[in-house]
């Protein structure tokens, strides 16, 4: 699976952002789907996930403010982030799994090149 993960930029704090994530290469609705996202010096962090059947899971950090969505007639999966902070500043990576998306960054199959938000305060 190839993943191509688009939509970053510069936004001020309380603004949004919409990313997208193409995937190709395979059956795209056979898979789990999800962000994570890392900034310098820190581990990658999980930021969301959708599974197979729709059903989604958020970090507590975005909970409430991120929503995540797929649309497989596309192979697209999005990140409507709103509410923005700076500390959502980072590089998000698009992921995808064979199975169930892990929180932990390893246990996931394909990784996406990543877009860079940055969120002016």
Aim: proline residues 2%; charged residues 15%.
């Amino acid at each position: 699976v190839q993943l191509q993960a688009s939509g970053g930029g510069l936004v001020q704090a309380g603004g949004s952002l919409k990313l997208s994530c193409r995937a190709s290469g395979a059956t795209v609705s056979t898979y789990g789907m999800g962000w994570f996202r890392q900034v310098p010096g820190k581990e990658r962090e999980f930021v969301a996930l959708i599974s197979r059947s729709y059903y989604s899971a958020y970090a507590d950090s975005v909970k409430g403010r991120f929503t995540i969505s797929r649309d497989n007639a596309k192979a697209t999966v999005y990140l409507q982030m709103n509410s923005l902070e700076p500390e959502d500043t980072a590089v998000y990576y698009c992921v995808a799994d064979r199975g169930a998306i892990s929180r932990s960054p390893q246990a996931n199959d394909y990784w996406g090149q990543g877009t860079l938000v940055t969120v002016s305060s």
